[in-house]
């Protein structure tokens, strides 16, 4: 038990971080590690999900995403982030997007349905990003399977393999690749806040992230209890996104509007 209370002491102080909203945060899978999770699940997917042939559409999740991850390294200088994103409009009819380590994002053809303007897509992929940047999934697979497996996928033992569908979890991609699961409700939250200063500051309207949620909420029905999911429900997430609209509008006031239908 020393030895190993000693061996992954210096892990530990290396792992706990602060996340750009200033959480702290246990993380102790290396970003590269992280990353190579993220571009083996996302080359999964491509072999196994049709790719969008709408070139209009394509443009369009291209267009919003770039003007996001522009502003990554002004709204938030001390998140680590890909050198390079590779951005895929997927043929799925599930209104879903997606952001993974090492730089990919995925939107599925579904979302374009229900997020029915730029500034509403920007909204779910800036979400998205805000997973990526807070390194939401290498606190949850920290979490998921625990310290010591942990050490074990990095190397400090000489037993145990990662388990792939944990690894898919917690970068939040399901068994069937292409369905999203659900973070934290903490996780969830912190997204939220981030993904909103991200379009704000790159042009996109925030109050329109808003209108999305409704959107969403008409597109899925009754939802289960809040106490029941991790996921927030739309009144609460629409409560909390009009709660930040103060500190948030001042931001998209200072920057270029955004049109990527073009």
Known sequence: MRFFLLAILPLLLVGCDQTPTGRDQLALVPESMM????????????????????????????????????????????ATMPTTWEVVLFADSTPNAFALPGGKIGVNEGLLKVAQSDDQLAAVVGHEIAHVLAKHGNERLTQELGIKTVLFIVGLFSEGDADTENIRQALGVGAYL????????????????????????????????????????????????????????????????????????????????VNCER
């Open 35 to 78: 990353a190579d999770f993220g571009r083996q699940t996302f080359v999964q997917m491509q072999q196994q999900l049709p790719v969008g042939t709408g070139e209009s559409a394509r443009r369009k999740v291209q267009c919003v995403a770039e003007h996001l991850i522009s502003r990554i390294p002004a709204r938030f200088p001390g």
């Open 178 to 257: 292409g369905i999203a699961l659900p973070f934290s409700r903490s996780h969830e939250q912190e997204a939220d806040a981030m993904g909103l200063e991200l379009m704000a500051s790159a042009g996109f309207d925030p109050l329109q992230s808003i209108q999305l949620w409704r959107n969403m909420a008409a597109a899925g029905g009754a939802q289960p209890m809040e106490f029941l999911s991790t996921h927030p429900n739309h009144d609460s997430r629409i409560k909390a996104l009009e709660e930040r609209m103060g500190n948030t509008l001042p931001l998209y006031h200072q920057a270029s509007p």
